[in-house]
Each structure stands twice: as structure tokens, then as C-alpha cells.
């Protein structure tokens, strides 16, 4: 990933270790938590961080996930957009390919 | 009631009434002898009442089940409780985020790697200075070299790391050298938290209250180091609601996601809560913390906006402010259910004011800090 936050498609990133994701009963949804703070995780933006393990690239997840997602338009654009939010956010870093 | 900074950050969850945020103080006992603690005048008589081992364990449970996530291990000072892994390891089993807020007193390379082993997430330390001899004057105690080894081992230790930097006159214009210092040691999250006055830091206002000007320099000073810094360190500059002239929405609201255990069992709606007079403080011991939590008297008083009063009653910012902090309405007017001073708006917002221009005042005598300690303060007047 470049320093304008713009991803490639071999770029393969990763849940930034302060982060924890995990899937919460109470809201039934998954949250992410890390110091002082939490954020419940809608279902797309779950599975997109899901995938954030350092092991898969951006286009293996977009591949992924279109097919989890097949009714939704413009999917690739949507996960590079989210992935490139978190990443400004501090919530993934990015392994490299 | 202290430290809002935490529910201004980051809780973009909204509680739907679940108390996401569970506070532990363990202990009020504490080495420091800090002129701005937030623990009760009064913190000597709860050393025999605090909660045993198997105490804590039941409301960790029981927090869990009500839905809390967050959890911070708090006090006094945390480190002096002997039983703070088995408290952790509990926790993390039961799936809480767990938060060491501590002063660094009494943690060493041991008992850090035990509590990394329990599954602690995430420790903030506090800090003073950036200077040994103003630290040590400040908490009453030789304490600054430690803490700076502290955070190193911390750090050492793979932990995130908030240092938490409780801001007021005697320490505000050193910001430039602490952001140097906890860039130096590799913090992530560095929170210059202007202090609120109450308890011990009511008592010595007078001398800690920083002037507008400090304040406006020390946050210039932290804008140009965010710039500089972007993402490697997040920075957190909490102002003090004396100079805001709009309340802060102070613990989300009462009883909404807050939730704060004393070491006597009591659950209150924030730490600073027993300040006020006339409320009945009911504990974990006679009761369960869904009741404690749901339907005690304590925590329906002040919860929503049926208690509130003109000009609260009215106004638009009401579901964004919840009328400010009900423990500084009742401390700085003396009715809780008043509109906290600290708004423009409040009637009272005078007595604000005048703390501000004695602040500002150069011509005042210096009084002593009162220290946090045994005997500082006569306190057998103030049961209601």
C-alpha cells in the first residue's frame, strides 16, 4: 500500500494487533475492541475484516466475497473503499504481497 | 465524574442500555499521594469493606451476562492487589477487552509477564512530568524514574500502551517535552487529560486550574504533533469543561454504558458519584448487578431527561450533553438535578467564571496543595 492509502490487488492485509475482532452474543454482531473503545461491525464490514489475516490478498477477498455477497453492486469498489478506510483508521496494516 | 474522555473516543456502539463500559476500582489504597485524586475525601474507611477474590469473580460474571465489554481494572492503585491475575485471567476467559489503569507503582517484569500470560489487553499508565523532580513533587512520592521504566517494559512486553497525562497549571506547558518523551518510548496512545474537579482536585483548584491561555498554547502545540505524527501515535487532548462553555456529556449519560464497581461492592453510575448527598449507594454484596444496574433507585434518578430542569428541560443540546455532570451540579450549586455550571447557559455558570479569573489572577496568594493522604482532611463531618 502506498502512503495515499491506495491498495493493490496483491496487497494483503492484516488486522492491526491492538485490534481484536471477535463475534459478541450480546449485539449479535461482530465487534472489533481495542483500547478504550469498541465498534460493532456490520455483516459485510465483518467479513471484509475477517479476511484480514496477512494470508489472503485483496483480490483473492474480493473473489471471495462476491460470491458471498452476489447480489450486492459493485462490490469490488465497496471492499476497496472499506479496506482503505480501516487502513486509515489504524484498524489493518498492510503485509505487502 | 471523571475521565469522559474514554466515552468520547471511540464508543461509536450505542449501549441499547447494556452497561458496555464495567470499571473495577479494586482498591482505593494507593502509594501516590496526588493533589488532583478522583477517590473519595472519605477513601480511608472503605480499606476493611473491599470486595474479596471470589467478590470480584461474581461481578465479572455478572457483568458479563448484562453485556459488558469493556472492562478496566482500576482503583487506588490496581498493582497493590495481590489477586489482580487471577482477576484478569477470569475476565479474559469470560471475553471482556481487559484494561490495567495503573500508576506503574508496583508492576515489574514479573508481574507483567504473569498478567501478559492472564490475557491482559491493554495497560495505561500515568504520567506527570517529563521532569523526575516535578513528577515526584507532584505525586508525593519517588516515582518518576520508575514509571518511565515501567512504560519501557511495558512496551517490551508487546502490551498497546495509553499513557495517560493528567493535565493542570503545574504541568500544562510541559506538552512539548512529554510528546517527545512518549514518542521516544514508542506509546500509542498518548491522552493529555486536562483534570475535573472534584474530591482532592476540588479541594486544590485554586492552584491547579490552568488559565485559557496555557490552554490554548498546549493545544496548538498537540495539533502541530498530530500533523507530525499521523498515525504512529494517537493523541488525545481532553480540554477541561471549564473553558468549553458547553457541558461535557458527561459519562455518555447516567446510566446508560457506564458502569463502576467501588472496592466496598457499591455500583455507581460513575466514580465520583458518593460526592452527592442524599442518594443511597446500595453494593454487589446484598444485591445482583442486573438489579443493581436495571432498577436500583441510584441509577433511575438521573437516568433519561425526565429529572431535568429549565433551562435543560428546553434546550436542543439535551440528547447530545444529557445537561453536563450531575456530581458538579450538585457540588458547584447544590442541587444535582441543576444544569451543570459548567454550560453558559446554566443560571449558576457565574461560579465558573469566577474559578476561571482566580485562576487568571496574579496578585493571589499561594496556598498549599493538599496532599492525598491519611489525616489531610477531617472528614468525620461529612456523613449526611
Not at chain 2, 157 to 162: I, T
Not at chain 2, 291 to 297: E, G, R
Not at chain 2, 315 to 322: A, G, L, R, T, V
Not at chain 2, 353 to 372: D, G, Q, T, V
Amino acid at each position: 500500500m502506498s502512503e495515499n492509502n491506495i491498495l493493490a490487488p496483491q496487497d494483503r492485509p492484516k488486522l492491526n494487533p491492538k485490534y481484536l475482532l471477535r463475534w459478541e452474543k450480546s449485539q449479535d454482531a461482530y465487534i472489533l475492541l481495542y483500547p478504550e473503545g469498541v465498534i460493532k461491525l456490520n455483516p459485510s464490514a465483518s467479513e471484509i475484516l475477517k479476511r484480514c489475516t496477512g494470508q489472503l490478498s485483496v483480490e483473492d477477498m474480493v473473489a471471495e466475497l462476491s460470491s458471498l455477497f452476489a447480489d450486492a453492486p459493485d462490490i469490488t469498489h465497496s471492499i476497496y473503499k472499506f479496506l482503505e478506510n480501516s487502513y486509515a483508521k489504524g484498524w489493518i496494516d498492510n503485509t505487502g504481497c | 465524574m471523571p475521565k469522559d474522555g474514554s466515552t468520547t473516543q471511540a464508543v461509536s456502539l450505542d449501549g441499547q442500555g447494556k452497561p458496555m463500559w464495567l470499571v473495577l476500582e479494586l482498591t482505593y489504597r494507593c502509594p501516590l499521594k496526588c493533589v488532583w485524586c478522583n477517590n473519595p475525601l472519605d477513601y480511608e474507611q472503605y480499606g476493611r469493606k473491599e470486595l474479596n477474590t471470589d467478590e470480584w469473580i461474581r461481578v465479572l460474571r455478572e457483568g458479563r451476562e448484562l453485556g459488558a465489554l469493556q472492562l478496566g481494572f482500576s482503583g487506588g492503585e490496581p498493582m497493590l492487589r495481590d489477586d489482580l491475575e487471577i482477576l484478569v485471567a477470569e475476565a479474559e476467559q469470560l471475553g471482556y477487552y481487559t484494561n490495567l489503569i495503573t500508576s506503574g507503582v508496583g508492576l515489574n517484569h514479573e508481574r507483567l509477564q504473569a498478567l501478559k500470560k492472564a490475557g491482559l489487553k491493554q495497560i495505561q499508565l500515568s504520567l506527570q512530568s517529563a521532569n523526575r523532580q516535578l513528577t515526584d513533587e507532584l505525586v508525593g512520592a519517588r516515582a518518576h524514574d520508575l514509571k518511565i521504566d515501567v512504560a519501557r517494559m511495558i512496551k517490551a512486553e508487546g502490551f498497546p500502551m495509553v499513557l495517560n497525562v493528567p493535565v493542570f497549571r503545574q504541568n500544562i506547558d510541559q506538552v512539548q517535552q512529554i510528546l517527545d518523551l512518549a514518542e521516544e518510548i514508542g506509546v500509542d496512545y498518548l491522552e493529555f487529560a486536562n483534570i475535573q474537579y472534584y474530591n482532592w482536585a476540588l479541594l486544590n483548584r485554586e492552584e491547579l486550574l490552568p488559565t485559557r491561555e496555557q490552554i490554548v498554547h498546549a493545544e496548538a502545540v498537540v495539533n502541530e504533533a498530530r500533523q507530525r505524527m499521523g498515525k504512529r501515535m494517537t493523541i488525545y487532548f481532553v480540554i477541561p469543561d471549564y473553558y468549553e462553555n458547553r457541558p461535557k456529556a458527561c459519562m455518555n449519560g447516567w446510566g446508560t454504558i457506564h458502569l463502576t464497581i467501588a472496592p466496598d461492592g457499591a455500583a455507581l453510575p460513575c466514580q465520583e458519584v458518593r460526592v452527592i448527598k442524599g442518594l443511597e449507594f446500595p453494593t454487589v454484596r446484598e444485591h445482583s448487578l442486573s438489579w443493581l444496574w436495571n432498577d436500583s433507585p441510584l441509577f433511575k434518578k438521573f437516568r433519561g431527561d425526565e429529572w431535568m430542569k429549565e433551562p435543560c428541560r428546553t434546550c436542543d443540546e439535551k440528547e447530545k450533553d444529557f445537561g453536563g455532570c450531575r456530581c458538579q451540579a450538585f457540588l458547584l450549586t447544590g442541587d444535582a438535578a441543576n444544569t451543570d455550571p459548567a454550560c453558559s447557559k446554566s443560571p449558576h455558570h457565574h461560579v465558573i467564571e469566577m474559578a476561571i479569573n482566580r485562576a487568571r489572577s496574579n496578585n493571589k496568594e499561594p496556598r498549599p496543595l493538599i496532599r492525598r493522604q491519611p489525616g489531610a482532611v477531617i472528614t468525620s463531618f461529612m456523613e449526611s
